[in-house]
């Protein structure tokens, strides 16, 4: 029943970020929100139904293997992840430590794989999220200061 309230309120009060359960507005974060559902959703299909499944980074047989593909892809997740898990624990919310730690999976894609579509998408996604972060980061400390 709180829970309700709560989401009532939100509609009600034009200051919340929410929209009931939904965000106000539409942000980069959200937006990375989707575009890594489609992704997660691609790849299962692609995993399960036609195993071709590190084409999006890139294509085996020609200077990569498809085991040396697999190694790369499996570092630059893993980092992502330590490096996101890592930026949480010391304080840095979910919003900034997405953004941040996506723009260096950004990178290291650009840097270990040939120049897909993939890897450039990643790339200015994460400059969106990084920009975006900066914004709210600059109003909040705006919205601090006295007056």
Known sequence: MKRVIKMKKNKDNPDSPMLGVLPRRFTMTLLFIICYTIIHINFEYNFWVTGDIFSKYAVAGGVLTE??????????KATWMFILIW?????????SAIAYSFMIYSIELI??????IYAILNLLLAVGCVIEDVIVRLETRRKKEPA
């Not at 930026?87 to 919003?95: I, N, P, T």
């Not at 840097?111 to 897909?116: N, S």
């Open 111 to 116: 840097v270990l794989f040939p120049i897909y």
């Open 87 to 95: 930026m949480m624990v010391v304080g840095m919310s979910f919003r």
């Open 67 to 76: 085991l040396e593909i697999a190694k790369m892809v499996y570092f630059t």
